[in-house]
């Protein structure tokens, strides 16, 4: 499936742009989902010059933050210029090494009750909070909304069970609980015994109450679908299914952070129960879905401890299939009249406009501080120490290479910087 972020990103360019009053530099990731430094990228090519005056917004919008991953990111060996200019770049100490002449830069990211937000909010950045994925969401499932999608159910949960490295290694456990709690035969689901090209017995757990204590294999299918899976939905799954199991990215954690994962059965008018962090149903109900809470037991929702959340959602799971024939058409039926109206909230003006607006709330919010404590103060001390460096001098005085540093763009970035500083002697060029 082609997913063309770069709209989404030219989209907030705009909508940057008329809020500050000028042009921004908008870095994102590219290809779309690395998470490595050297693909974090301008939107546009502006040249050195440009990139280092213009005000930088950086999108971590789709991956949760992680402060301490970039923190000691090696540096990718350019030439021999950039190498001297290390020292430089470890003095800014920005997290992202964008070149800009300013103390603090705009970060846009989808997460709350964020510990790695705080980080970077104590570390030069100006952070801008939006629910990235409700908006990617729309643009993925725009057809569910015209699917015919007829219930002839043949098992009561849809689990879709894929990657399980990282932040997701739960849903191993998840798994394993299944198998427990006599519930296997009940589920729609499959499992990747190989992520990463690790086999899940010889991974060695960041958290070990998540190993599993079956032989997965022999209860389960192989998944082998592709990383882009939850940017589409089928509809003989949710056709054959009562209640989707979202197994969202974050579970293990206290940060809210969800993704098109949790809106694809929105979009798709289907009953769902939500693995992921504490609090997310009711970060769901803050955009104005409705949840199940009357039908299902939703208490999973408000365990703050990860083990008990996974075992209090396998028992909700448990209880469901535990159903009579009559008692699961009743209630099948009231679930299926809350979805209805998430799925038509979901593609309404309402929900868009909520999004929307929040992005253009908190990045004004944002602006306005940046522009109020726009400095060049730290660019220029650390240029006064770095132009001392005789190779600094000897490269930029000999380089004509404009997709480098020349002495005519440094002199023009210098006089910039010293129109934001305050202070009493710079290096004369």
């Not at 949760?64 to 990111?73: E, H, I, R, S």
């Not at 020292?87 to 997290?95: E, M, T, V, W």
């Not at 999608?149 to 990657?163: D, E, G, Q, V, W």
């Amino acid at each position: 499936m082609s997913i063309p972020l770069h709209r989404l990103y030219h989209f907030i360019e705009d909508i940057a742009k008329e809020i500050y009053g000028s042009d921004v530099i908008i870095y994102r990731f590219y290809p779309h989902g690395s998470k490595k430094l050297e693909d974090l990228t301008p939107l546009r090519y502006y040249g050195w010059q440009q990139e280092a005056i213009l005000t930088t917004i950086i999108c971590n919008d789709q991956e949760p933050l992680d402060f301490n991953f970039y923190k000691n990111y090696p540096m990718k060996e350019c030439n021999t210029f950039f190498n001297i200019l290390q020292p430089f770049i470890n003095q800014q100490q920005k997290n992202f090494r964008t070149p800009e002449i300013y103390n603090e830069s705009i970060l846009i990211h989808s997460e709350q009750r964020s510990k790695n937000l705080k980080t970077y909010q104590q570390n030069q950045y100006i952070t801008v909070y939006y629910w990235n994925h409700a908006l990617l969401a729309l643009d993925w499932f725009r057809y569910a909304e015209y699917a015919a999608i007829k219930k002839i159910s043949t098992k009561k949960f849809l689990i879709y069970n894929r990657a399980w490295t990282g932040t997701r290694e739960y849903r191993l456990k998840f798994a394993d609980l299944l198998i427990d709690y006599n519930i296997v035969n009940e589920c729609q689901t499959s499992i990747a015994f190989c992520d990463e090209n690790i086999y899940y017995k010889n991974h060695k757990f960041n958290n070990i109450k998540w190993q599993p204590l079956h032989q997965l294999e022999n209860y389960f299918d192989i998944n082998n679908t592709s990383s882009t899976s939850s940017a589409d939905f089928t509809i003989e799954d949710y056709s054959n299914t009562d209640i989707e199991i979202v197994l969202e990215t974050l579970f293990d954690d206290d940060r809210l952070h969800l993704t098109e994962k949790s809106l694809r059965p929105i979009a798709c008018g289907q009953p769902f129960i939500l693995a992921a962090t504490h609090g997310s149903l009711e970060y769901l109900r803050n955009y104005g879905f409705k949840t199940f809470n009357n039908i299902i037991d939703e208490s999973y929702d408000l365990i703050e401890d990860p083990t008990e959340r996974l075992q209090a959602i396998v028992l909700s799971m448990q209880q469901i299939a535990n159903w009579s024939t009559d008692e699961r058409q009743y209630k099948m039926s009231q679930l299926q009249q809350v979805a209805e109206f998430n799925r038509k909230h979901f593609f309404s003006k309402k929900f868009f406009n909520q999004v929307i607006s929040e992005l253009k709330e908190n990045l004004t919010i944002a602006v306005d501080k940046f522009k109020n404590t726009k400095s060049s103060n730290r660019w220029i001390n650390c240029w006064n120490e770095i132009l001392s460096n005789q190779s600094v001098q000897e490269f930029v005085d000999s380089n004509y290479d404009t997709n480098y540093i020349t002495k005519l763009q440094l002199a023009n970035v210098y006089q910039e910087a010293i129109n934001y500083a305050d202070l009493k002697k710079t290096t004369s060029l």
